[in-house]
């Protein structure tokens, strides 16, 4: 079976970015971390102009079948009051679902403050675009 990956990217109103990134490290990656088969959670920031998603979140999944379970689905179809309050209000809430096609030759390594960085590339129908991507940095509250 192949393992999924969820993405999010997400940007808080101005004037609530304390109180997302509390929501955020206090309650929701404990909550996604609970379901069976979410496997990791991690945050990533980026310095970008207002409104493009200064946050990324990355969640490597046993599978895409996660997404649909039961466990998943109760939490996701019925929120708490602050994530209703947090989400309701961002001024970027995106989702993309991946599944990982390919086996890794070798297992990665992942460790805090190593100054590891992603960037997203957009891909359209005939290839990378050219526009320069974002540089997301692993965030540290």
Same mark, same amino acid.
């Given at each position: 079976m192949n393992r999924g990956l969820l993405l999010t990217l997400t940007e808080p109103p101005f004037g609530m970015e304390e109180e997302f990134n509390a929501w955020y490290d206090g309650e929701h990656l404990a909550e996604r971390l609970a379901i069976p088969g979410f496997r990791s959670a991690?945050? &990533? !920031?980026?310095?970008?102009?207002?409104?493009?998603?200064?946050?990324?979140?990355?969640y490597e999944l046993d599978s895409l079948g996660v997404l649909s379970s039961p466990a998943y689905l109760q939490r996701f179809e019925s929120p708490t009051p602050w994530t209703r309050r947090c989400l309701g209000k961002a001024v970027v809430f995106k989702r &993309?679902? !991946?599944?990982?096609?390919e086996a890794l030759r070798s297992k990665p390594s992942f460790r805090a403050g190593t100054g590891e960085l992603i960037t997203l590339h957009e891909l359209s129908e005939i290839g990378l675009h050219s526009a320069p991507a974002p540089v997301y940095r692993l965030y540290q509250s």
């Open positions: 991690r945050r &990533w !920031c980026a310095d970008v102009r207002r409104g493009a998603g200064k946050y990324l979140a990355t &993309w679902a !991946c599944e990982q096609v």
